[in-house]
């Protein structure tokens, strides 16, 4: 997943040379372009692919010689619906006031029926003055919302992309790919909410994302350790996390000495958002933001068991 978030520098309360004005604005920051790898279940490791979501209505070329063929939108409105399914829709509010474009308008948060329609098209290549471009064949899936509610801008996805879209299945696996965009904003959320990067105080652009580099990182292995136990916490917890780690964690959270056999990953998981505030419940798992504040005292937790801990080699009386 490819994504660009704003990183707004004006927090810090101090200027940062080399940093930019941010859509214009009095607002001083940078854009961060990142791509993040993820596995869609049952995602197949062999067949390289691209989704990239349109945001215009481009120009189809024709059938003789790449004359004009009408517009990819209206081609896709005038295809039969491949299935119909419902989506869940997240309230959304305006980064800027000045914005108007209806993709970063207000929103309400809503349940919309969608009707998915695809087609196979060929794209009319641009016109460049120095050399002449073909015709690009691709893959589109358009996603609209059938009766949005009144005032609302119904959700459109418009998808091109180089898999089959053939058949329903095909068709749905494109959009099941699509969804796992999402993800990519839960990212950024840890980066700014955890990590904190847009409050970091630093005079010169260059050490700032240096900074941000490292951050990067930590914001990556906290989502990491967030899906990977949901989705596999069966796992010995020692895939991941050190002994000295689920040690002291064990120790702090139950109040007793932790057993011979590790735990498994989603209860060590649990434990370290314990540490950072969460409060287990049946049938609930901690977010990235538990989990973040947990790891932070883990650290020193870690390491107050390397130095103190059974074995150690720390004795009453001696110096470390």
Known sequence: VQDTTELDLTRAGRPVQGAGSLNGTSRQGVLLHVLHAFTPEGA???RPGWIIRGCYDRALAGELGGELGGRLRQRLLSSPVVYRAEV???PRE???PCDHRPRHCRRGGRV???EVRAARVCLRAPHRPDRQLKPAQVGVVLVREVSAPAGEEP???LLLTNLEVETPSQV???VEYYTVRWMVEVFFRVLKTGCAVEDRRFAFLDRLLSCVGLFLIVA???LFLCRLGRACGELDCEVVFEPEEWKAAYWIVHRRAPPQKPPRLDQMIQMV????????RRGGFPGPETLWRGMTRLLDMAQCWRTFGPGSRASPGQDV
């Open 44 to 46: 197949s490791r062999e």
């Open 88 to 90: 869940k829709v997240r």
């Open 94 to 96: 305006p980064k800027l």
């Open 112 to 114: 919309a029926e969608v």
């Open 155 to 157: 959700v459109e996805w």
């Open 172 to 174: 749905r696996r494109v």
């Open 220 to 222: 990556w292995r906290v």
């Open 273 to 280: 958002a314990q540490l950072g505030g969460y409060i287990p």
